[in-house]
């Protein structure tokens, strides 16, 4: 056993442990506000989600779900998915109003082996996904699989960064897989 002093909040009565809770937490929302004041530049956000294996395009079709659930337009641009059926893609179509998605790929790069072909669906996916970051109705536009496209150079990398309005020092070691907008 132990013999340690008990803390002051340990000594005090339920009523003046509920005082004592809402002061500091007036506290802590007066500090967040003093801070959330300077801060008065609306701009778009990009999310890059990386690491090896399974989770990267679960995370931002997760902030799609998200978006939608708060009543916003959503894009959509697969870079490497094709025609097949998908789980994602059937439940996002049931929301024609709020989600445009488009399955631009032709399947994986080592299924296909056909370079010019890959170039030419990784050019088409990067046309539309320009045309729907364009579009200021859109609040979230997730670019999934964009980092299999650059990670073969089937796009400049530096056009990417300009279109997403980043800088060449913004590290890149995956793709832009949510670029959400606050305006």
């Known amino acids: 056993m132990t013999d340690k002093a008990p803390k002051k909040i340990d000594l005090m009565t ?17 500090a967040r506000n003093k801070i959330l004041a300077t801060k008065t530049e609306e701009r778009g956000l990009l999310i890059v989600h990386t690491g090896k294996g399974k989770g990267k395009s679960t995370a931002a079709f997760g902030m799609v779900f998200r978006a939608i659930g708060h009543g916003f337009k959503v894009g959509v641009v697969q870079f490497v998915k094709g025609a097949w059926g998908t789980g994602e893609r059937d439940v996002l179509e049931k929301f024609p109003d709020q989600v445009t998605i488009k399955a631009m790929g032709e399947g994986f790069t080592w299924d296909v082996a056909d370079r010019q072909r890959d170039l030419a669906a990784a050019r088409g996916a990067w046309e539309m996904a320009k045309a729907l970051i364009a579009d200021e109705s859109y609040k979230l536009i997730l670019l999934d699989e964009l980092n299999i496209v650059l990670r073969y150079d089937y796009l400049p990398l530096d056009e990417v960064l300009e279109c997403s309005g980043t800088s060449r020092a913004t590290p890149m070691s995956s793709s832009p897989a949510a670029m959400p907008r606050t305006s």
């Open 14 to 30: 339920e009523a003046e442990r509920d005082a004592y809770h809402a002061e500091k937490m007036k506290k802590k929302k007066e």
